[in-house]
Nanobody
């Protein structure tokens, strides 16, 4: 079993920046990938950015060039640096991980990001 604890998020003005953090804890697990998804009101949850242990990184087209995902493998922690925020970035952001060998998925509780116009 893996627990994900998120921090960061909040209210920011257009063009501002925020940094999200998420730490994984538990016992006897090997992480394959960590990253972030988001869900805006009335919309489906969507991928924001995910990074694998092998270094492969995937970004949503809407955040490329503005958001940066990074991982600290020693701490089992993933970060999301969000710059040049837009109102359409407003959503609940969920930390994500999947573990070896069966790629079982785990989710954080979610943290609200609101970009004010």
């Amino acid at each position: 079993q893996v627990q994900l604890v998120e921090s960061g998020g909040g209210l920011v003005q257009i063009g501002g920046s925020l940094r999200l953090s998420c730490a994984a804890s538990g016992s006897n697990f090997s992480l394959n990938a960590m990253g972030w998804f988001r869900q805006a009101p009335g919309k489906q949850r969507e991928l924001v950015a995910v990074q694998t242990r092998r270094g492969t990184t995937t970004y949503a087209d809407s955040v490329k060039g503005r958001f940066t995902v990074s991982t600290d493998n020693a701490k089992d922690t993933v970060y999301l640096q969000m710059n040049s925020l837009k109102p359409e970035d407003t959503a609940v952001y969920y930390c994500y991980t999947d573990i070896e060998p069966d790629r079982r998925q785990y989710w954080g509780q979610g943290t609200q990001v609101t970009v004010s116009s």
